[in-house]
């Protein structure tokens, strides 16, 4: 079955640690995007790559940094420059030619 | 910078009860406005793409409707399993296909 696979689903880490956040995709998408999520906010966007070995700063990149190796693949870094990453990431991706964006299941992290 | 709000941030109502979401907004070049469904602990699902002022979809209780400034998700005889919370979010002009939500609506329909 095609889809968006985050992982892991719940993620703790401690002060000063970098943790890395898995995001795959099984749909050929071109676009992939990090959200973070907070309660009573909407969603943020944190990094987005429409292309292999681009990408590009969303509106709260501190704190965080992304590759995207391969077309499948856009792992996010929450280092220990964030100082406030306890919340729910969101993984999403579309096709170049269609804007509908299909997220993942999520990783909620916490710092413990 | 676009902008969405959506109101109200919380509905209840009771099974059977029709009622309307509303989603404002202001963006630079409209590309879409998206509406997702968001389940407690999960990832926003798919609902519906707009693209123009006057356009319309449905599916199943819901149907979604677009102005030039705001859109409604109307929910006809709601049933207990549409309880969720329900996101806007709107595509800008720009190169990024970047989306901008709104904060949601929590809807609970009870029994």
């Known amino acids: 079955d095609g889809g968006i696979t985050q992982s892991p689903k719940y993620l703790f880490r401690k002060e000063g640690q970098n943790v890395t956040l898995s995001c795959e995709q099984n749909?050929?998408?071109?676009?992939m995007y990090w959200y973070r999520q907070d309660p009573g906010q909407g969603l943020r966007l944190i990094y987005y790559s429409q292309i292999v070995n681009d990408f590009q700063k969303g509106d709260i990149a501190e704190g965080y940094s992304v590759s995207r190796e391969k077309k499948e693949s856009f792992p996010l870094t929450v280092t220990s420059a964030q100082k406030n990453p306890t919340a729910f990431y969101l993984c999403?991706?579309?096709?170049?030619?269609?804007?509908?964006?299909?997220f993942g299941q999520g990783t909620r992290l916490t710092v413990v | 910078e676009d902008q969405v709000t959506q109101s109200p941030e919380a509905l209840r109502l009771q099974e059977g009860e029709s009622s309307s979401l509303n989603c404002s907004y202001t963006v630079s070049g409209l590309r879409g406005l998206f509406w997702y469904r968001q389940d407690p602990g999960k990832g926003p699902e798919f609902l519906f793409t707009?693209?123009?002022a006057g356009e319309e979809k449905e599916k199943e209780r819901l149907k979604a409707t677009l102005t030039k400034k705001e859109s409604f998700l109307h929910i006809t005889a709601p049933k207990p399993e549409d309880s969720a919370t329900y996101l806007c979010?709107?595509?800008?002009?720009?190169?990024?296909?970047?989306?901008?939500f709104g904060k949601g609506t929590l809807l609970t329909v009870n029994p």
């Open positions: 979010a709107v595509q800008g002009g720009g190169s990024n296909y970047k989306l901008t």
């Open positions: 749909l050929n998408h071109d676009a």
């Open positions: 999403a991706s579309h096709r170049r030619e269609s804007p509908e964006a299909f």
């Open positions: 707009l693209y123009s």
